[in-house]
């Protein structure tokens, strides 16, 4: 983790390709520091522009935090530091990746390598050289860091091409709501779905978290047979007004051929948006319509 840098990055991305490649979820686990700032840092604990205490302070610190956004192993291993943390202090419990805690030993690393780099500083102006090498020194190093920081393409002339962006698809912002959009079960799909509700931010079941709601998970999973009598005796029971099925999601998931499902003597109404199929739900108490087709056969929208 400690020697993986994100693959946008500049400098490292490309050279530590080998070593993020063995790692899971690698958002949370690309950990490199950088080299620079850790080697002023190492400089910094040995210079006197920190007091003693400090030093040994700031170093102990790093340590312990770098140690900490290592986890634990639920099976086997060591007794894991942070697995005493987790199991008996309040709140750590919630910090589901342990790798976020780069934030405090980025901070004690930034210290000591500031110092690492007054150090440096200092040792350029016992020299014969000008006066204004220790300013060009402090900007080098400045350089340095924020180069090899840097997690960016390195694109100075605005030449990145652009991907395709795919048409937007018909806004369902004056559907009835609650919503529930399917197909629901991987994050992928729940993110596009609240990337769009932007548009009116209609009420919809639909979310993404990394700790999700279980009446909402097994509602999600329930789904699997959608539209039949108990999924949408469900469906009222929750308090969803409609479901909008999207067509160019449901490739290989449970709703596959939901589209081609008769929703005859269920109390379903069926329209079309397009790249949609919206069904309405009508409540516990409304006659099913014996004469409602697939949702294949579905008219037009036309909402109030």
Known sequence: MFLAAPEENWVWGAATAGVRNSLMTLQEKTLFPGLVIVVLALVGMFSSSLSRRVRIGLGIGTVAILVLQLGFREEGGLLWPYRVLYDAL????????????????????????????????????????????????????????????????????????????????????????????????????????????????????????????????????????????????????????????????TEGTPQMEAARKSIRGLPLTACKLPGLIVYEVGSSTTSPRPSAGSGAGATACAFD
Not at 107 to 116: I, Q, V
Not at 143 to 155: A, Y
Not at 174 to 181: F, G
């Open 90 to 249: 309040p709140g750590w419990d919630a910090i589901r990746t342990p790798g976020r805690l780069a934030t405090f030993s980025t901070l004690t690393l930034a210290l000591l390598a500031a110092a690492g780099g007054e150090a440096a500083i200092r040792a350029v102006r016992r020299t014969p050289l000008p006066a204004w090498s220790g300013a060009v020194v402090a900007g080098l190093l400045a350089l340095v860091i924020v180069t090899e920081g840097r997690s960016l393409p390195f694109d100075p002339f605005d030449n990145q091409a652009m991907p395709d962006v795919p048409p937007a698809q018909a806004s369902t912002n004056e559907i009835p709501t609650p919503q529930l959009h399917l197909p629901a079960l991987t994050a992928k799909e729940n993110r596009a779905y609240q990337l769009a509700s932007s548009d009116g931010f209609p009420d919809m079941v639909n979310g993404r978290a990394s700790t999700n709601p279980a009446v909402v998970l097994d509602l999600v999973k329930h789904m699997a047979s959608f539209p039949d009598a108990g999924t949408v005796r469900e469906l009222q029971d929750y308090g969803v007004r409609t479901v909008i099925l999207h067509l160019g999601l």
